[in-house]
């Protein structure tokens, strides 16, 4: 009896250390550009990012990875087991939405580093050190509020974006990314991985975030691997009207923008509620000209998305929504410009990723089941260049991009058991039999 219940609280205190290597740290990161209301605001290249950057940066040394951060502003912190070897990848995003929540891409950056480094310790400890070596990452810019689009520094490193067009865009003040990245000190001269061709220097990628959805709450079940990503078509439009005045205008005389862009706002619930279940739609920000009170407003910008797993029923729904636009412009007699979109197709996810993961998960007695991800994450861009591992936790009543987003500390914890192990697994070679969507 007094045996058992020894063993018992040992497994309890052994635990409980391990833990606390995740949740301490984590204490210290999530309260660098928190907001009153429990959420953060750290968007990208913004003095709390940087802030952030410099905590993490610190962790990072303290712990003896070398830290660099490459021409776009992505933070890398290496440790070679070999010298020139090819790095296994793990990471997430630091930055966050305007008033975002706390876990969203923090979580999978922290957890990456706290695995990597538990990696890094029990290879010292054992002397038996793992085929590649190990890089930890913060992408710049995933969120893409400040600076659109999103998943701005994974799309550089991948070749889905170029880098020079990409230093040059503007925030809504002017200030460009290059500007903005140099302002927080954390812009590099060169890439961190040279040669032209990142996905030789890298074996493959990892990533763990908060589902952002309900299915793992719904289910019971721990951990999510995700097997495919939704396609999403991003829109920026310019709705362009004419100034008048708001009393005085007659109203069959009115080129008034904001009505055009509320018809726009109106058609893509329609389309949603139309299409049902595979699509979501969304307007997410209007920028109305001169947004005055007594003034019909000149001009609206404005960013829209459509997402769906549904190829067909993707394309189905753009024409409706295109449809719905010409019939905008003639009802409220303005004119709309489309302006760069942002687009990305739905793929799977390397199966052979997802089976290792599943295996890991099931030898460490943890549930877990297919889901697919709705969010773009890094992890889009990555997997079409090397084999990639998209895991979930747990994301309380699916609250995301919102203050109240929260996942409970043991859930956080196995995840970052899992990644750990899953990573492990990645360093021994276990995807090398996988290959890169694009090289298929
Ligand atoms: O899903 C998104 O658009 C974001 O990049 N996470
Ligand atoms: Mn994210
Ligand atoms: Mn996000």
């Known amino acids: 009896m007094t045996a058992q219940a020894n063993t018992d609280n040992l497994r309890i205190t052994l635990d409980t250390v391990r833990d606390r290597e995740f949740l301490d740290s984590w204490a210290e990161l999530e309260v660098i ?79 990456g580093a706290v695995a990597a480094d538990r990696i890094r310790r029990q290879a010292a400890e054992s002397g038996v050190a793992p085929i590649y070596n190990i890089a930890v990452v913060d992408w710049f810019n995933e969120e893409g509020s400040r600076f659109k689009p999103s998943l ?20 809504q003040d002017g200030i460009t990314v290059r500007e903005a990245l140099t302002a927080i000190n954390s812009i590099g001269e060169t890439d961190v991985f040279p040669d032209g061709d990142v996905a030789r220097r890298l074996a493959a990628y990892a990533e763990i975030h908060i589902e952002q959805g309900r299915e793992l709450e719904k289910n019971d079940v721990a951990i999510g691997l995700v097997d495919r990503t939704w396609a999403a078509n991003k ?4 709705v362009i009207g004419a100034q008048g005045h708001t009393g005085a205008t007659a109203i069959d005389d009115r080129q008034d923008a904001l009505l055009g862009a509320s018809l726009i706002v109106v058609a893509l619930r329609d389309i949603a509620d139309e299409f049902g279940e595979e699509l979501h739609t969304s307007c997410g920000q209007l920028t109305v000209l001169p947004n005055s009170p007594v003034v019909v407003p000149r001009e609206v910008h ?43 197709p739905g793929h799977r996810y390397q199966p052979q990723g997802v089976e290792l993961a599943r295996a890991a998960a099931d030898d460490l007695g ?3 089941m297919l889901v697919q991800t709705r969010a773009g994450h ?63």
């Open 302 to 344: 404005m960013h829209l998305d459509l997402r769906s797993d549904n190829d067909e029923l993707l394309a189905a729904a753009d024409a409706a929504l295109r449809k719905r636009i010409a019939e905008a412009e003639i009802r409220a007699k303005v004119r709309v410009e489309h302006h760069k979109a942002h687009v990305w």
């Open 235 to 238: 829109y920026e439009l310019n």
């Open 152 to 171: 701005m520094g994974s799309a550089v490193f991948t070749g889905a974006a170029d880098l020079e067009d990409t230093l040059n865009i503007t925030d």
């Open 378 to 440: 890094d992890s889009t861009n990555m997997k079409e260049i090397v084999p990639s591992v998209m895991l979930f936790v747990p994301s309380v009543e699916g609250i995301s991009h919102a203050e109240a987003e929260y996942t409970a500390d043991e859930d956080l914890c196995t995840g970052v058991d899992l990644l750990t192990e899953t990573l492990a697994r990645m360093l021994d070679g276990a995807l090398d039999s996988a290959t890169a969507n694009r090289a298929r």
């Open 366 to 368: 943890v549930s877990s």
């Open 33 to 111: 550009g928190a907001t009153p209301a429990g959420g953060v605001e750290r968007q990208a290249a913004t003095v709390e990012d940087g802030q952030m950057r410099e905590w993490f940066s610190q962790w990072l040394r303290d712990r003896g990875f070398t830290v660099e951060v490459d021409r776009v502003g992505n933070l890398f912190g290496l440790f070679e087991f070999h010298a020139g070897a090819p790095y296994v990848l793990v990471g997430s995003h630091l930055d966050s939405q305007p008033r975002g929540g706390r876990f969203d891409g923090a979580y999978g950056v922290l957890a």
